[in-house]
């Protein structure tokens, strides 16, 4: 148990500094959205370097009698970058579209860095989201080593993590990417895709946004979320060093002040659950809303 949550840490920090290749900065909006499909809606946020088209199976499952949003994130995946913080502008944003677009109180799907954002919003907005899916993400990422971390610690770890991506050289970065890539995601065709839409990101965006997500702290914030939550996790990448019962011990500690939360582990997909077993993500998505 002691490795995993810096097993975590390293992993996520790992897949961010060597997914993405630097592009020009221009003014941009902080996502851009597709929309497909009619009836009540459903947002889908993607994760860190990540595009919407990860979603495309669960687009293709959930839309029909819902109508989808999916987001690609500013500097993500070819997007243009902006500037100053990403997640904060994120989230303004998103609470600004489901308003100016009268979608009432949607159903907020988010996948790693993206359920992060999710938490965001249905903190910082309850009155703009109905229900709320989290896809192997954590209100304090930064903190799974040392639950009792401090702010200015996090904001000391997540500075140095940042300043690991951007120092980098290209060929060393390249050299672990598919090594840490394949332990997010097991059919070499989505390890192949998942590499390229880190190819196409920003470095400065994936690295900026890294920083806030480990030195972001939303432990207590979560509390203020009055949607239902579903909260999905995955233990299989990190088997041969902690059980599956503390690695569930670490989710339900760290949801311990969202109420009526439900958390669920895969026993097969690793972080990538919509690829890894859609089958299993799918029905715990259908349940819930229903």
């Known amino acids: 148990m002691k490795r995993h949550p810096k097993i975590i840490a390293a992993t996520v920090a790992a897949f961010a500094a060597v997914l993405f290749a630097t592009l020009p900065a221009r003014a941009a909006t902080a996502f851009n959205v597709e929309v497909s499909g009619s009836g009540p809606a459903v947002i889908l946020i993607p994760g860190l370097a990540s595009s919407g088209d990860v979603w495309q199976g669960t687009v293709e499952h959930l839309c029909g009698p819902r109508q989808c949003h999916v987001l690609t994130l500013a500097g993500f995946a070819g997007q243009a970058a902006i500037e100053g913080e990403l997640l904060p502008q994120v989230e303004r944003q998103l609470a600004d579209y489901i308003a100016a677009n009268k979608l009432g109180k949607p159903v907020v799907i988010g996948h790693s860095l993206g359920g992060f954002v999710a938490m965001k919003l249905a903190a910082g907005h309850p ?49 672990s990417q598919r090594k840490t890539v394949m332990s997010m995601a097991t059919k070499p065709a989505d390890v192949d895709r998942i590499v390229g839409w880190g190819q196409r990101s920003d470095r400065k965006a994936v690295a900026g946004a890294m920083y806030e997500l480990l030195a972001t702290d939303m432990r207590d914030d979560i509390a203020r979320i009055q949607a239902p939550t579903l909260v999905l996790g995955t233990w299989i990448a990190y088997k041969d060093y902690a059980p599956r019962a503390a690695i569930e011990g670490v989710y339900r500690t760290q949801y311990a002040k969202l109420p009526g939360v439900q958390v669920e582990i895969a026993d097969s997909a690793r972080h990538f659950i919509m690829y890894d077993d859609p089958a299993w993500m799918y029905d715990r998505i259908d349940r819930f809303l229903k």
């Open 127 to 175: 009155d703009k989201v109905g229900k709320l899916v989290i896809i192997d993400s954590l209100p304090a990422l930064g903190a799974t080593q040392v639950p009792s971390v401090t702010a200015d610690q996090l904001r000391q770890m997540a500075a140095a993590a940042r300043e690991r991506m951007l120092s980098g050289d290209d060929a060393t970065l390249a050299a």
